[in-house]
């Protein structure tokens, strides 16, 4: 049996991990290997690309930032949160806001010195990533379109330095990444939809309050035709090996994802449109591995 004092440690452990997403934050570190084995390493043997101790400190220095990312946010939408959240806002505030800013500025110290260990370019890029998040979490977010693609935009950037390490310009990187802009678009989309009874308590000018629940759809609607551009260029110009599937996964999802949500009335409804997205960006993330299978046992 656990001791008192056991027990209160762990709640805090949860209660961090909850704060900075950890689960969300080990499918980007998950993501950003993959990428750098199948996609934009693809040419190099896969060892060199595991073992590469620069990658390793770009992807850590990723994690930090995002954490960090996290948490920042966290504590500008507290109050937001005990509306859209009440049952995950509890928990998080076992941890107190003083212990979570300290938590915070140390994650982004660590993140600036891991990048330092690339280069100083890696510096500049992850303390404008960092201003970015920051700035994003006490201004951008509360506006209509600047903060949905600004949101969506800082959620692929850790890809893009992984993308500049390797500076790998073939035209399919780019396909893919307009793939999941689109996609990261539309789940911030959905989670206005799915949070607009907090969003209007604490005045936020998001999409769905502005321009209302109707135009917010036509827009996801819009948004979900856009993805078919990529998927097609994906599935017929380029060799993207058995990950074809995953694409072919994708029609049925998204149409059913556009059923549901001309439907879509609470709270609710929006929370499964917002986890069907989930679930495709996260299987998304782990079918590169079927990306030219038997080329990359070659290069073990």
Known sequence: MLSRKQKHILLKFFSMFSVVRGYNILIVVIAQYLTAIFILGHDLPVKDVVLDLN????????????????????????????????????????????????????????????????????????????????????????????GNLTSATLTITPFFAIFMYYKNFEHVVFVHAIFLFLMMSMRELTKDLENIKGDLAQNYKTIPIVYGEKASKVMLTILAVLTWVPMSLLLSRYDVGYMDLYFYLCIPLLLAFLLILWMSKTKTHYLILHNILKFIIVVGAFSIVLIKVSVVLNRI
């Open 55 to 146: 990658l390793l400190m770009l992807v850590l220095a990723s994690a930090a930032t995002i954490a960090g990312g996290y948490i920042i946010n966290n504590f500008y939408d507290s109050e937001k949160d005990l509306i859209n959240r009440p049952i995950k806002s509890k928990l998080d505030k076992l941890i107190s806001q003083n212990t979570k800013l300290s938590f915070y500025f140390v994650l982004n110290f660590l993140a600036v010195v891991m990048a330092s260990y690339v280069s100083f370019k890696g510096v500049i890029f992850f303390s404008i990533y960092i201003f970015g998040i920051w700035f994003y979490s006490h201004k951008l977010k509360k506006m209509p379109f600047i």
